[in-house]
């Protein structure tokens, strides 16, 4: 069993940045990040190969966020900039021992975290 920790969320005004972390308890393979607005369903948001040289983001938030891993210290982060009131949400951090990053955007995921909520004010 695999822990995720989030951490890094806050407030932050629109244009404003900030960057998330997750720490795994073991080794993970695709990882991942989604989030959930009030009101709407989890949503992809970025995903990450085992050795961090594929990435691909959702068309939300591509150009702004960027997504990165440390395996040496099982730690995922994402870098988010010119943050937007329409980020606003609570983001997970998710993680799968197999499978590829197509399937981690289709929520096929072993391990979730239990959120960091992010508040972008305008």
């Known amino acids: 069993q695999v822990q995720l920790v989030e951490s890094g969320g806050g407030l932050v005004q629109a244009g404003g940045s900030l960057r998330l972390s997750c720490v795994a308890s073991?080794?993970?393979?695709?990882m991942g990040w989604f989030r959930q607005a009030p009101g709407k369903e989890r949503e992809f948001v970025a995903a990450i190969s085992g050795g961090g040289g594929n990435t691909y983001y959702a068309d939300s938030v591509k150009g702004r966020f960027t997504i990165a891993r440390d395996n040496a210290k099982n730690t995922m982060y994402l870098q988010m900039n010119s943050l937007k009131p329409e980020d606003t949400a609570q983001y997970y951090c998710a993680a799968a021992l197999l499978g590829t990053i197509a399937t981690m955007r289709e929520g096929r995921v072993n391990y979730w975290g239990k959120g960091t909520l992010v508040t972008v004010s305008s």
């Open positions: 073991g080794r993970t393979y695709i």
